[in-house]
């Protein structure tokens, strides 16, 4: 079965860093493409940024807003995909999903992972 | 604001059918053939229904169909039932500057 699981969602201070972990089951991992969106209630979903594939360089892009702050990172060797989070500003609230991303299309979703930030 | 615009709602009873639009412009959806469409129930993930404007993934029932004309996407849910109650949401690839834009969503009600 292909699973996606995100972890590491928690209340963080305005400025401060998270790091999103994403845990890859039942499909080539380390071949396919990976991504994170996020659903803010006000924003609807956002497109955050993506990783190819490891053969393909592991090239990472990323959206205006989380450009410099975000960093998209892969372990292959564990079936792990990472979201670095730094600088966080209130606006980053928002719950964040894991998918997998084939042709500009989130194919499978993880159960999402809870950012708040807030003082 | 969402990169592309959908009704906020749409609403059919059961049997009947439902189209939700999704108008973009010439640089997303008018541009490229990846439009994409997402059904979301209450406290879910999102959930592919339909890629590459009019394709279905396996298991997603042949109720579900999509097309495009211009800037302009659409989902078309024929015979409606009680579980396709949910939000809906289209995405379009943008090139290589945004990549992913999504709208903000359509709420279905089957009355």
């Known amino acids: 079965e292909v699973q996606l699981v995100e972890s590491g969602g928690d209340l963080v201070k305005p400025g401060g860093s998270l790091r999103l972990s994403c845990a890859a089951s039942g499909f080539p991992f380390s071949h396919t493409y990976m991504g994170w969106v996020r659903q803010t209630p006000g924003k609807g979903l956002e497109w955050v940024g993506r990783?190819?594939?490891?053969?393909?360089?592991?090239?990472?892009d990323y959206a205006a807003p989380v450009k410099g702050r975000f960093t998209i990172s892969r372990d292959d060797s564990k079936n792990m995909l990472f979201l670095q989070m730094n600088t966080l500003k209130n606006e980053d609230t928002a719950v964040y999903y894991c998918?997998?991303?084939?042709?500009?299309?989130?194919?499978?979703w993880g159960q999402g992972a809870t950012v708040i930030v807030s003082s | 604001q969402s990169a592309l615009t959908q009704p906020p709602s749409a609403s059919g009873s059961p049997g009947q059918s439902v189209t939700i639009s999704c108008t973009g412009t010439?640089?997303?959806?008018?541009?490229?053939?990846?439009v994409s469409w997402y059904q979301q129930h209450p406290g879910k993930a999102p959930k592919l229904m339909i890629y590459?404007?009019?394709k279905r993934p396996s298991g997603v029932p042949d109720r579900f169909s999509g097309s495009k004309s211009g800037n302009t996407a659409s989902l078309t849910v024929s015979g409606l039932q009680a579980e396709d109650e949910a939000d809906y949401y289209c995405?379009?690839?943008?090139?290589?500057?945004?990549?992913?834009?999504f709208g903000a969503g359509t709420k279905v009600t089957v009355l």
């Open positions: 590459e404007v009019s």
């Open positions: 990783i190819t594939a490891t053969r393909d360089g592991a090239t990472t």
């Open positions: 010439s640089s997303d959806v008018g541009g490229y053939h990846y």
């Open positions: 998918t997998t991303e084939v042709w500009f299309r989130a194919d499978v």
């Open positions: 995405s379009s690839y943008a090139g290589s500057n945004k990549f992913s834009v």
